[in-house]
């Protein structure tokens, strides 16, 4: 990337989400978000395509909506945030027929594995500053035991307490960082 033409994206965190859902008990979902989280998106191109993307996740940051989940998620049985602090994403935009695909490394639990996720562009415009800013839907599921979170329980009727299937949202806002003139 030739960094004289390099835009710089920065992640609005007040704008912005990252969410996952989860099955329970195999009948309903339980959604939960990650509320620490920031990330840099950089590309020579208006179109975001080729885009290189960051973007870091604060494991502690975790909620559910319910103090005991959060803190048994929290635990060495799952996230093992004193261990493992930040959840990252390092991948790059891609151009598919009617959007983007996001696909990069996914670092969870101290284990990286390759993940693509679709990725909608929402729009640019004027923030109310006169920043100018886009906007991006993420979505993708990936098997919460491929990244070492094992912990379950089976039920009475032979299913299992928590899905292993995890499906991710990010609906995230950018901001342009914009280059002072030199002269």
């Known amino acids: 990337m030739d960094n004289s033409t390099t835009s710089t994206w920065k992640i609005d965190p007040g704008h912005s989400a990252v969410q996952f859902k989860v099955k329970h008990l195999a009948i309903a979902n339980i959604a939960g978000a990650f509320s620490a989280f920031t990330g840099i998106v950089q590309t020579d191109r208006d179109d975001f395509a080729e885009a290189q993307v960051h973007l870091e996740i604060e494991a502690a940051s975790l909620g559910t909506n319910n103090e ?3 803190d048994h998620l929290k635990s060495d049985v799952f996230f093992d945030v004193q261990q493992f602090p930040t959840l990252t994403f390092d991948g790059s935009l891609h151009r ?5 695909a996001l696909t990069g490394l996914l670092t969870l639990r101290g284990v990286t594995r390759q993940m693509t996720l679709q990725a909608a562009f929402t729009g640019t415009g ?3 500053w006169g920043d ?3 906007g991006f839907e993420v979505r993708g599921r990936l098997n919460r035991t491929d990244f070492g979170l094992t912990w379950n329980m089976p039920t ?3 299913g299992l307490l928590i899905g292993e299937d995890i499906q991710l949202q ?3 806002e950018l901001i342009k960082e914009e ?3 030199t002269l």
């Open 179 to 181: 280059v002072a003139a």
């Open 96 to 100: 598919t027929i009617d959007n983007y």
């Open 170 to 172: 990010m609906d995230i």
């Open 156 to 158: 009475e009727v032979g």
């Open 68 to 70: 005991k989940r959060d």
């Open 126 to 128: 004027k923030g109310r």
């Open 132 to 134: 100018t800013r886009a």
